[in-house]
Nanobody, 119 residues
Framework: VQLVQSGGGLVQAGGSLRLSCAAS????????MDWYRQTPGKQRDLVAAISSSGSTNYADSVKGRFTISRDNTKNTAYLQMNSLKPEDTAVYYC??????????????WGQGTQVTVSS
């Protein structure tokens, strides 16, 4: 199973970006799909999460600005980021909990994508 991320880049404060995370490979289902972010020297923190049924959860710092969504037909999760702030600058990673055909669940990470917000 591979998670391939796209999107990200450089944007001015107040701008918007959209991240995508597409899962490919052999699996029965994808449970939660999450977005994390990490800055140098710090731990990777949860930004937003979405269950297979569409229930969402957000970090307080992004509530009202970021929206997580998913398209189960494309095995893809999205993170729409609006009203970006310089403190949103980080490497963003997607994570998926994948159900294997055998029934076991496994965690996979995307390759990470840099988001830089200039002031």
């Amino acid at each position: 199973v591979q998670l391939v991320q796209s999107g990200g880049g450089l944007v001015q404060a107040g701008g918007s970006l959209r991240l995508s995370c597409a899962a490919s490979g052999t699996f029965s289902n994808i449970n939660d799909m999450d977005w994390y972010r990490q800055t140098p020297g710090k731990q990777r923190d949860l930004v937003a999460a979405i269950s297979s049924s569409g229930s969402t959860n957000y970090a307080d710092s992004v509530k009202g600005r970021f929206t997580i969504s998913r398209d189960n037909t494309k095995n893809t999760a999205y993170l729409q980021m609006n009203s970006l702030k310089p403190e949103d600058t980080a490497v963003y990673y997607c994570k998926a909990i994948v159900v294997a055909p055998t029934g076991g669940t496994y965690q996979y990470w995307g390759q990470g994508t840099q988001v830089t917000v200039s002031s």
